[in-house]
């Protein structure tokens, strides 16, 4: 018998994601549920709009479900979601204002795609997020400031801080988790979301 055909068969007899179809197999998509109006709390005093915190409610447990083989089993899977919440708040911070920005230009001036972009203009946070920043160390703060709120790459960062790129991507990295960890200390533990 020919062993190409044994593997074959063998591989056609098992579904290619069989994982998955478990879901008691599967801690992220079995607790995931519970968490939401934990999820939804926290997301609400980030965007301060129902609507939007139920948009980062939604992508931040789409990409938990999407990224679950990452968790590790044991760990805390709310600070997990946390730290995945702020990612997708943070991300879409930085796509919006720079979305913002080319249609206030392209609003000014038609052909402004042909020109280089201007610096960004600061654009207030929520309270929570004020505080949480302001009681990082001052490198953290440098750090995400440069990188997350003034959109520098890590090497314009580091060279404005005077370290090595990979300093400023553990500062950050750091900092980040930081900054979820203070976020979730705030947040309620048992809020439910009020009826829309």
Known sequence: MNPLQTTTSTFASTPPDASLLDLSEAPVRSQLARLRP???ARAL??????????????????RALRFEHQFQGGSNLRAW???VLTSVFLSGYRSERRARRA???LAVDPCAWTEPVAAPSPRSLSSSIERALAALPQSYREAVVMVDL???SYRDAAAQAGVPVGTIMSRLHRARKELARRLDEEAPREVAPRAA
């Open 38 to 40: 934990e999820l939804f």
């Open 150 to 152: 003034e959109e520098q």
């Open 103 to 105: 249609f206030e230009r």
């Open 81 to 83: 979601v946390g730290r």
């Open 45 to 62: 005093r980030l965007t301060r709009s129902r609507s939007r915190a139920d948009d980062l409610v939604q992508d931040t447990m789409l």
